[in-house]
């Protein structure tokens, strides 16, 4: 958020950016270590340790349009088509095969964000800052296997026996696919905001509902839509620090699977993180999380892992504008 603040004035109306795009609101990519097991059902190495494990998420922009200039009117509108070729890779410390397949998660995210500048009463102290956004997301998630997708099936899928399947999971080498259709809703105030030392406090919320659907290639087939569900609605807490463009966060979050056979439990998550100014957009992370895998056909499995390592927060080809040398700070 600050990053938009400490950028040049531009001309007032409708524009297009080409090469400035403001990046909100999107995934983080992540490469950790756990010191706990990962368990795979049929694996007989499982319950195996987490070696390392990585979320990637390049957001990769189309030209952005704006609308106002937050630094000149206090007001700001974006429009943005941001295309993410997610993975997600999990490695195992095992003598064979220690990588699981990838979770791919490509999507295609259309953002309308607002950002607009909240004076107090009095005029002359630390202004507050508003960032609202809407992301309508259309996307895919699956492991690229062609195995049943249930232990008593053999052959590959869609062509297996018995054709209806019980469970437990292939969990080894079973195909899962779904097509999603994700809408989130988000929202941050800044306040105590210093634009020239680029210090802030920051508070956050954020809401998602996300359907699963058979439509197109890749799409949810009806046994797996009975274990894995129509959808799945989340929520999100976050605050954040920054002093002198370094930058503290604290994030928590809440999902949970609904129209499900048998019942998931709900998944919660706690990170913390420091992003310090010299590190171009690296910083390092903890972060613990309880409750059901999130990585591909591995739903069903309960978790309750650490994760340590670094995070990434900018995007390519993004470039903020600053009235000094300094970075920018929350974006």
């Known amino acids: 958020m600050l990053g938009v603040w400490a950028g040049e004035a531009r001309a007032k109306g409708l524009q297009v950016e080409f ?7 999107l995934d983080r990519t992540y490469l950790f270590a756990s010191p706990n097991r990962i368990k795979v059902l ?3 190495e499982s319950p195996a340790p987490l070696l390392v494990e990585g979320q990637f998420a390049p957001n990769l922009f189309l030209p952005q349009l704006r609308y106002g200039d937050f630094k000149q009117d206090g007001r700001e509108t974006l429009f943005s088509l941001v295309f993410t070729p997610k993975i997600l890779l999990r490695m195992l410390n095992t003598d064979s095969n220690p990588i699981l397949p990838p979770s791919y998660m490509p999507k295609f995210t259309l953002q309308a964000a607002h950002l607009r500048l909240l004076h107090g009463p009095d005029r002359d102290g630390a202004p507050r800052m508003l960032a609202l956004g809407l992301n309508v997301i259309v996307g895919h998630h699956s492991n690229g296997e062609d195995g049943c997708f249930f232990a008593n099936q053999t052959g590959k899928d869609p062509d297996c026996t018995p054709a209806e399947g019980q469970l437990p999971l292939n969990e080894v080498s079973g195909s899962f696919s779904t097509n999603l259709l994700r809408f989130e809703v988000h929202g941050r105030l800044g306040f105590g905001v210093d634009p020239h030392t680029l210090s802030a406090w920051i508070v956050g919320a954020n809401a998602f509902y996300e359907l699963n659907t058979a439509i197109g290639p890749g799409g949810l ?7 894995y569900g129509d959808g799945h609605w989340g929520v999100g807490l976050t605050g954040e620090r920054t002093v002198n463009g370094n930058r503290f966060r604290l994030e928590g979050a809440l999902s949970h699977p609904f129209g499900e056979t048998p019942g998931q439990r709900s998944t919660l998550s706690v990170e913390l993180a420091a992003n310090p100014w010299w590190g171009s957009g690296f ?11 999130y990585y591909n056909i591995l739903f069903l499995e309960r978790i309750s892992l650490w994760q340590f390592g670094l995070v990434f927060e900018l995007n390519p080809g ?3 504008k600053t009235d000094s040398g300094k970075p920018p700070g929350f974006q």
């Open 221 to 227: 087939s009806p046994q797996q839509r009975t274990v």
């Open 42 to 44: 049929g694996d007989p």
């Open 19 to 25: 090469d400035l795009q403001t990046p909100l609101f």
């Open 318 to 320: 993004t470039r903020l």
């Open 283 to 293: 910083g390092v992370f903890a972060r613990y999380v309880r409750g059901q895998d």
